[in-house]
């Protein structure tokens, strides 16, 4: 198989003098008795957005990297607020303490493990200067996601430590990294019939557009559900959810994400005459297939889908 390494450095120090600025004040920032100055985390998303880190913004934080890359690099900061810059260095010291794994607990009841340390590495050094009159120092880490179990709950904690005594932010003083783990997530080999009327292959045959032995995965969006593109017009995602009785999954579902619905299709003219229905086949426990079926209308024709799914 051949490997195509990815490695996307997200871009930090654009947008980071207005985020500092903006957060400046904030009585969300500063705990009970901090000094002027605080420590915080900031972090760069996956997509480059520049966002506070911590429980608030925990959703953000999820490493969504494409499996079959070799490498990603996410860029972070420890960063000063409270003031706008102060007159003497601080040393500041990375730290991925275990107790914080079960911190967003109450968010998703979800139990995460400590990421190894064979799916991760810091970039360089682990502690790093604020120079006087600055407000940050930026960090960065490589992920390896093609190293991932995509079935478990990984976490890497990462918050800093200081030299100058001062208080970290009890909201953002964190940055959690996390993947979450589903038992149907993972790489699939797809095929996509469309046909081009109502019932489908018993009224007429195969049309433009389908394509069979396409590579996608199955991307978690939390324990019990995923998302994943269906092959019709600009493709949007599937909503698949199950329940899972100890390890038993049942009741399968699917649906156009309701999120992507309206911009996907309805905005498009395009309306759902027949609801998706998944049918699961586990004949090969280690290679189920699942196939999605659905009737659209497009303003002017029927068009019968067929989304079919195997786990490779």
Same mark, same amino acid.
């Given at each position: 198989?051949?490997?195509?390494? !990815?490695?996307?450095?997200?871009?930090?120090?654009?947008?980071?003098?207005?985020?500092?600025?903006?957060?400046?004040?904030?009585?969300?920032?500063?705990?009970?008795?901090?000094?002027?100055?605080?420590?915080?985390?900031?972090?760069?998303? &996956? *997509?480059?957005?520049?966002?506070?880190?911590?429980?608030?913004?925990?959703?953000?934080?999820?490493?969504?990297?494409?499996?079959?890359?070799?490498?990603?690099?996410?860029?972070?900061?420890?960063?000063?607020?409270?003031?706008?810059?102060?007159?003497?260095?601080?040393? @500041?010291?990375?730290? !991925?303490?275990?107790?914080?794994?079960?911190?967003?607990?109450?968010?998703?009841?979800? @139990?995460?493990?400590?990421?190894?340390?064979? $799916?991760?590495?810091?970039?360089?050094?682990?502690?790093?200067?604020?120079?006087?009159?600055?407000?940050?120092?930026?960090?960065?880490?490589?992920?390896?996601?093609?190293?991932?179990?995509?079935?478990?709950?990984?976490?890497?904690?990462?918050?800093?430590?200081?030299?100058?005594?001062?208080? &970290?932010?009890?909201?953002?003083?964190?940055?959690?990294?996390?993947?979450?783990?589903?038992?149907?997530?993972?790489?699939?080999?797809?095929?996509?019939?469309?046909? %081009?009327?109502? %019932?489908?292959?018993?009224?007429?045959?195969?049309?433009?557009?389908?394509?069979?032995?396409?590579?996608?995965?199955?991307?978690?969006?939390?324990?019990?559900?995923?998302?994943?593109?269906?092959?019709?017009?600009?493709?949007?995602?599937?909503?698949?959810?199950?329940?899972?009785?100890?390890?038993? $999954?049942?009741?399968?579902?699917?649906?156009?994400?309701?999120?992507?619905?309206? *911009?996907?299709?309805?905005?498009?003219?395009?309306?759902?005459?027949?609801?998706?229905?998944?049918?699961?086949? %586990?004949?090969?426990?280690?290679?189920?297939?699942?196939?999605?079926?659905? &009737?659209?209308? %497009?303003?002017?024709?029927?068009?019968?889908?067929?989304?079919?799914?195997?786990?490779?």
């Amino acid at each position: 198989m051949k490997f195509k390494l !990815t490695i996307k450095i997200l871009t930090f120090f654009f947008g980071l003098y207005a985020l500092t600025s903006c957060l400046d004040g904030d009585p969300m920032n500063t705990p009970p008795g901090a000094s002027s100055a605080i420590i915080q985390m900031s972090y760069n998303t &996956t *997509g480059g957005n520049l966002v506070n880190s911590g429980l608030r913004y925990f959703g953000s934080q999820a490493l969504t990297y494409p499996p079959t890359d070799l490498v990603d690099t996410a860029s972070f900061a420890v960063t000063l607020q409270g003031v706008e810059a102060l007159d003497h260095d601080v040393t @500041v010291t990375l730290a !991925t303490p275990t107790d914080a794994l079960d911190d967003y607990y109450y968010g998703d009841s979800i @139990v995460y493990e400590m990421m190894p340390d064979s $799916l991760f590495d810091f970039v360089g050094e682990q502690t790093a200067v604020i120079k006087a009159g600055e407000t940050y120092a930026e960090f960065k880490v490589r992920f390896f996601p093609s190293k991932i179990d995509p079935t478990k709950n990984y976490m890497l904690p990462v918050t800093a430590t200081n030299g100058s005594n001062l208080l &970290t932010s009890s909201n953002y003083g964190f940055v959690y990294f996390h993947v979450i783990g589903n038992p149907i997530a993972g790489l699939y080999t797809w095929d996509f019939e469309r046909y %081009n009327c109502q %019932n489908g292959p018993s009224q007429c045959g195969l049309g433009g557009g389908s394509f069979t032995g396409e590579t996608i995965t199955f991307a978690p969006v939390n324990g019990t559900s995923i998302k994943v593109p269906t092959g019709y017009y600009v493709q949007p995602n599937y909503l698949i959810s199950f329940k899972n009785s100890g390890g038993v $999954l049942s009741a399968f579902s699917a649906e156009i994400a309701p999120d992507e619905l309206k *911009g996907a299709f309805t905005d498009n003219g395009i309306t759902i005459v027949v609801a998706p229905v998944i049918v699961v086949d %586990n004949t090969d426990a280690d290679h189920p297939i699942y196939t999605v079926t659905y &009737t659209v209308f %497009n303003g002017s024709a029927y068009r019968y889908c067929i989304d079919k799914y195997t786990k490779q």
